[in-house]
């Protein structure tokens, strides 16, 4: 079985911080994916990656940054933390750009509060 | 640009009722369609998915049918169970690749004994 991990399930920061979430799969998958899920706005791509030291904005890049230094490792980096950053993490993989049809595998999301 | 229509929830049946969840899309191209769901305190996961306009997606009783005419996607289930309470999202590939998925804003489904 795929597996997404996520490396904390709550965070709590202050404003101003500057928040590390780490994504790790273990499938050799191409592509990672982190989104934010919001209630009534669903999941919301922020950054894709498509292979090691590559990276692709998605629709919300605004106050995000990532990094992909190893295939397995996908990190979001918030830059200086705000309260509009408050917000369900997900990240996820998915084995090749090839075809369009293979599945998204989903970690179990890191729920961030930030005062 | 491409985007996802869900109906809004939350729905509430009761255990053995007929569940039908609302999805229609608008897309360039021929995107491949995807239900998620997302159990309680979970990441998502693949219910069922389709590639192509008369594809039928089914799994745990569930089933989908992608029907180009009407853009349309709509999950069924006969008989919902308690277990099926959860989160469910309607979802396409983009038209911009990358194997991007654009979601809906997600159904509740809550399911009384």
């Known amino acids: 079985d795929v597996k997404v991990t996520q490396s904390s399930r709550y965070l709590v920061k202050r404003t101003g911080e500057k928040v590390f979430l780490e994504c790790v799969q273990d499938m050799d998958h191409e592509n990672m994916f982190w989104y934010r899920q919001d209630p009534g706005l669903g999941l919301r791509l922020i950054y894709f990656?498509?292979?090691?030291?590559?990276?692709e904005k998605g629709d919300i890049p605004e106050g995000y940054s990532v990094s992909r230094e190893k295939k397995e490792r996908f990190s979001l980096i918030l830059e200086s933390a705000s309260t509009n950053q408050t917000s369900m993490y997900l990240c996820?993989?998915?084995?090749?750009?090839?075809?369009?049809?293979?599945?998204?595998?989903f970690g179990p999301g890191t729920r961030l509060t930030v005062t | 640009g491409d985007s996802v229509t869900q109906m809004e929830g939350p729905v509430t049946l009761s255990e053995e009722a007929f569940l039908t969840i609302n999805c229609t899309y608008t897309a360039t191209g021929y995107p491949s369609l995807f239900w998620y769901v997302q159990y309680p305190g979970e990441g998502l996961q693949l219910l069922l998915k389709a590639t192509k306009a008369d594809d039928k997606g089914s799994n745990k009783g569930f089933e989908a049918t992608y029907r180009k005419e009407t853009t349309s996607f709509h999950l069924e289930k006969g008989s919902v169970q308690v277990s099926d309470s959860a989160v469910y999202f309607c979802a396409l590939t983009g038209s911009g690749g990358y194997n991007k998925l654009i979601f809906g804003a997600g159904t509740r489904l809550a399911v009384h004994p």
């Open positions: 996820a993989s998915s084995l090749s750009l090839a075809v369009l049809s293979y599945e998204q595998y």
């Open positions: 990656s498509y292979d090691v030291k590559m990276k």
